[in-house]
């Protein structure tokens, strides 16, 4: 919705996962949002695994850039991140892409959907300081490196349930 409204071009790129990008939701979002746009969609699940072992400077590198040729093929000037994973790579994908592309994170419309069902059943919390738990379904070596990408400071230390 947001690409297609910020998008001069009227071409526009979607990156997800396989799974979300074969999705009736998505395909009915593209068909509801996107109407007189060109709509490059592509799902990958290349990326996810190695956002979750930390692995930005190492494998990352070597596969982005072949990853995002179809947007720049396609002149896209609007790009989706449309997985949750997907926003710890702005920097690199824009550097891939160019200014000229506009990225667009979905995880800023799901929390002021997400705002907005708080505030409705009265479940805003009024301040205070937030406090982190985290739980995997096992032991990662990598999580520090993603707490520290997210920019989630260590201390205190968040709980971690493995």
């Excluded at 998008?7 to 009915?28: C, K, M, N, P, W």
């Excluded at 609007?78 to 592309?101: N, W």
């Amino acid at each position: 919705k947001t690409a297609a409204k910020i998008s001069r071009a009227r071409r526009i790129g979607v990156l997800s996962t396989v799974v979300t990008a074969e999705s009736d939701f998505q395909a009915r979002l593209i068909d509801e949002f996107a109407n007189g746009c060109e709509v490059v969609n592509l799902g990958t699940n290349e990326l996810v695994p190695r956002i979750e072992r930390g692995a930005w400077h190492t494998e990352l590198p070597q596969i982005l850039p072949s990853l995002l040729e179809p947007f720049r093929k396609a002149g896209v000037d609007a790009l989706v991140l449309g997985c949750s994973h997907y926003p710890l790579l702005k920097q690199e994908i824009q550097a891939i892409l160019g200014s000229a592309v506009t990225l667009v994170d979905s995880a800023e419309g799901i929390a002021r959907q997400v705002r907005r069902v708080l505030e409705e059943h009265g479940l805003l919390a009024a301040g205070g300081t937030p406090s982190h738990r985290f739980i995997t379904t096992a032991e990662s070596p990598a999580l520090p490196r993603v707490l520290d990408r997210l920019g989630i400071s260590r201390s205190p230390a968040p709980s971690l349930v493995s």
